[in-house]
């Protein structure tokens, strides 16, 4: 492989999208980037290649630097770990670079931004990796043409199993 393998994995909100990257992440032991599971309801944080996880969704906001979007709280200091991640994934030595998701926050410049828009940037210069990326189905073409996202191969929960043996 001399060059990269995007994949955007969209789906439905609660089809399996995460889930799905868990199941790579246990096969796979070459693995770098963040998935943002539910635990308990609530969205918790995963730093892949460390295999640490952060509380990062919260039920009141009690802090003054908390993320709000419609009805859900974030820990931004958890979006803080995330840049540092996005930042350092164009020199990882893993194969395979996992981002769990981009969604309204970064469409709306917060959230996982700026870090994410400078990866993206530069995703054509990471050879020989496979990337993928996760965006909710109803918000792909706003995250395409955002990012101006090429040459990517877009999959379901179903068709992303099948394409890597799940």
């Given at each position: 492989?001399?060059?990269?393998?995007?994949?955007?994995?969209?789906?439905?909100?609660?089809?399996?999208?995460?889930?799905?990257?868990?199941?790579?992440?246990?096969?796979?032991?070459?693995?770098?980037?963040?998935?943002?599971?539910?635990?308990?309801?609530?969205?918790?944080?995963?730093d892949i290649e460390k295999n640490e996880s952060f509380a990062?969704?919260?039920?009141?906001?009690?802090?003054i630097d908390d993320v709000i979007i419609g009805k859900f709280?974030?820990?931004?200091?958890?979006?803080?770990?995330?840049?540092?991640?996005?930042?350092?994934?164009?020199?990882?030595?893993?194969?395979?670079?996992?981002?769990?998701?981009?969604?309204k926050l970064e469409l709306a410049d917060k959230g996982f931004?700026?870090?994410?828009?400078?990866?993206?940037?530069?995703?054509?210069?990471?050879?020989?990796?496979?990337?993928?990326?996760?965006?909710?189905?109803?918000?792909?073409?706003?995250?395409?043409?955002?990012?101006?996202?090429?040459?990517?191969?877009?999959?379901?929960?179903?068709?992303?199993?099948?394409?890597?043996?799940?």
């Amino acid at each position: 492989m001399t060059a990269n393998n995007i994949f955007i994995l969209s789906d439905a909100i609660q089809s399996g999208k995460t889930s799905a990257l868990q199941l790579l992440c246990n096969s796979q032991t070459s693995v770098a980037g963040f998935l943002t599971p539910d635990i308990n309801q609530l969205r918790v944080f995963v730093d892949i290649e460390k295999n640490e996880s952060f509380a990062f969704q919260k039920t009141i906001a009690d802090k003054i630097d908390d993320v709000i979007i419609g009805k859900f709280i974030f820990e931004n200091a958890v979006f803080n770990k995330a840049h540092s991640i996005l930042a350092q994934l164009h020199s990882t030595s893993n194969d395979i670079i996992i981002i769990d998701e981009i969604g309204k926050l970064e469409l709306a410049d917060k959230g996982f931004e700026p870090a994410l828009h400078l990866f993206i940037e530069k995703i054509n210069s990471i050879t020989n990796k496979t990337i993928v990326l996760v965006i909710r189905d109803y918000l792909l073409e706003k995250c395409i043409a955002k990012y101006s996202i090429q040459h990517a191969t877009i999959l379901n929960v179903q068709q992303f199993k099948n394409h890597f043996d799940l």
